[in-house]
């Protein structure tokens, strides 16, 4: 029986995350952790849905209801958008794994969404290119949180580094980080609900408006000089930068005492500069780190308390299909 299986990388958003939600622009890079989705075929209806990584499954029917674990959900919503696209439903077993945590902050859910719709339209034949698996994702995405940017979305689908500005076309940009620097990723192991911190951001921003509406232009500056900044190969100012988005998302109410802990933690032992990443509370952070202090920055991370920390290669390929 054939069986097809596609990868789609996580990410780190350098820059922009949240204000990008509301139009400034991101800057963002996929990262060497993957999820991967195995699809095949089944003779008769339910399908079925296994995720390693959540430890969850659940049965769709012919009418993409779920039964069973509510985070698989988005994976009907991926479905659905595919039938609008004119892709037959015909039931599949489907099984989710890889590399990439869930609940870190670093995109899994877009992930698996980009994976399961390249595996799947591989499957009856017609793989989407990464414009369609960005949209199928992205309709995954709305079920996870109510204002999904479509960030996560393109960085899963197009992989690389991107400049992402909702409502356009994402810009790939041919970046690398400065010679002798690394991004380390630390996953704090506090779980949080996307949903809620980007509703509470948006609050907070109302709140404060009409000063607000200037963090928010500077964060979008921000993201421009970042990207002048990895073009010139300057780590200073890029750590830098990276402190004050981190200041600003802060400042938003995106942090919490365990961020700001690893944050603090990580700049301690050499870091040019440190933040969250994601959308906050939980989650990861990331730190730019001369590749000799590289070690030590992930160890006093983790004596901080981060579940684990490894530096991530940044920029490698979207969605593609597994042999
Ligand atoms: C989550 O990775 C990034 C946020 O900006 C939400 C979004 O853009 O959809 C917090």
Redesign the pocket.
Known sequence: MRRVRASAPG?V?LL??????KGSR?LVASIDLRATVEVEPRSSWPSLIVSEGLGASAALDEGLRVRGDPRLEPIAAVLEWLAGQGYSLAPFKARIGGSLPPGA?L?SS?AVGAAFALAYTALHGDPLGPEGLMEASLAG?RVV?G??????PAIAAYGGFLLYR?GEAPRRLDLSLPEGYVVVVADSGIPRR?GD??SF?LERAEATRPASDLVYRAADELVGAAVEALRAGDAARLGALMDLAHGLLAGLG?SSEALERLVHRARGAGALGAKL????WGGSIIALAPEGLALRVCSSLEEAGARWARPVKLGVEGARLEA
Do not use: L
């Open positions: 990410k958003i922009g995350e949240h204000f990008v939600v991101a902050g995109g877009a995405e949180h204002n999904p940017s479509g960030v996560d909702r996307t911190v980007v951001v995106a990443t994601g959308a906050g």
